[in-house]
């Protein structure tokens, strides 16, 4: 079952899958696509990935506990187990995500689409909230969301000067994303977004990005960046790529997780039954 | 700073304690008061205790995360740290609650008012939601808190047959305790308790307690029962001596608690503002 993702591209537009099913994406991503999850399974909750090794595990979910806007908890795996039990009943972490890093020393040591070969005994898998689940809801609002018109497009992400709550090894600086809002949505933007604790909740700074520590927004970390017009504001908020930040940054022997925007999606939609930890 | 319940008991009665803050109970815990938190500093949020070694930490956090109901997570403490840093800024968890309980190998060892003397530095402790913390607001709807107008009473709780979702050593049935609602207010009662998912939300059964396993009704394992009238039902709530009552199953070399329904009063009000777990 080797991924030909070159080939799938060709074939298959990310726009295809805009209203598909969590199940559906996940099932493309086992079979080829290695793309980007943005604009796809919209209304359904996608996650970040933190794969730890398990002497890790306890510190790292404490972590996550003290810092629950940066990494609101979804699900955890036993170690070893790569099966998810409640927010994508019996998916594969191992595969049904398009693309994987793994980071040894807190160094990129390779980008993979199937991580079968490197998922071990000690391995825990940590399941965390991510922004792109409530993209539907803001673009309902007026919010432009980049990549639900076209193919391209991806959110701005910078390092902050906000400091997250410290926990064992795991400590730093929270890293935000930006969405440029119309002055005229701010509010319901922000009423809407603090009803998905499990997707960041409501933002963590309106306004000049130097507030924050952010010195040249012009230049993300990682993403695009085109600057507010009269009407509009930037807004940041936290942002998922943090808790991968902060074991970079403690050196971790090793850390597996999604490719930037290359999210897991669960077969939890917004507004769904409230069970799990959606309840 | 020895306790002297008994006279203190004398001196004091929980009722004057009613409207107190989160901090003056517990400062009347650390000089003297060794009683039931029952109907104490009304509006605020009290928690469950749970104390494990180290090594069961990182399965026990597990086993809460998978069971939100039941084990709601308001704060953990680093390894040894007796400091609570959240949820009552600067609390000592070894003397701010009114009574502990130790159990080694599952079975009771001893009851304190104090644990200075036996908290290690291997020791974990978890502060989970309890369901004190919504008697006001249910007070509020008509139902029947019966420690609120007299210095006794206290709910009765029960072993159903409602499992909980594994997570390393620890499985085993919830335990749920009863509310007798009045019909006429049942749907707000819901509602109300659904908002509060740190303080178990909603109910996991109203009706026939057979349905969950509980064969007499009459013979609470803890806590008191007065049956209902025709204009009222059976109610249950997801109970905070679930991960007491997993933990003893398992086992476990040590595990210090709260002695029952008596609870450490935290600096959270219900409606008070949005930050750490409660955002």
């Known amino acids: 079952m080797l991924k030909t993702a070159e080939q799938t591209k060709v074939d298959i537009r990310r726009l295809d899958f805009a209203f598909a099913t969590g199940a559906a994406v996940r099932e493309l991503c086992r079979t080829g696509w290695s793309d980007r999850t943005t604009g796809m399974a919209r209304g359904y909750y996608q996650a970040n990935l933190a794969i730890v090794p398990e002497r890790y595990a306890f510190d790292f979910m404490l972590f996550c506990q003290r810092n629950p806007k940066p990494c609101p908890i979804l699900e955890v795996l036993d170690p070893g187990d790569p099966e998810i039990k409640t927010v994508a009943l019996g998916a594969d972490v191992r595969t049904d995500l398009p693309r994987y890093r793994i980071y040894r020393d807190g160094k990129l040591a390779g980008e993979f689409t199937d991580i079968r070969k490197h998922y071990r005994k000690d391995h825990v898998a940590f399941l965390l909230g991510c922004s792109f689940s409530v993209d539907l809801l803001l673009h309902q609002l007026g919010v432009e969301v980049p990549y639900f018109d076209g193919e391209t497009g991806i959110l701005g992400a910078y390092a902050t000067s906000i400091q997250c709550a410290k926990a064992g090894v795991f400590s730093g600086p929270q ?104 309840c």
């Not at 319901?188 to 990005?209: K, Q």
């Not at 908020?237 to 970079?248: E, F, I, L, R």
């Open 175 to 278: 890293v935000a994303f930006l969405r440029i809002i119309p002055k005229s949505v701010l509010i319901p933007v922000i009423e809407t977004t603090s009803r998905y604790p499990l997707a960041h909740g409501g933002p963590i700074h309106v306004g000049d990005p130097r507030e924050i520590g952010i010195k040249d927004i012009s230049r993300p970390s990682y993403g695009e960046y085109r600057p507010p017009n009269e009407e509009e504001v930037h807004a940041f908020w936290s942002c998922g790529v943090t808790p991968q930040a902060v074991a970079m940054a403690a050196g971790l022997p090793e850390l597996i997780s999604h490719a930037p925007a290359h999210m897991f999606v669960t077969d939890m939609k917004l507004g769904g039954p409230a069970t799990g930890p959606f």
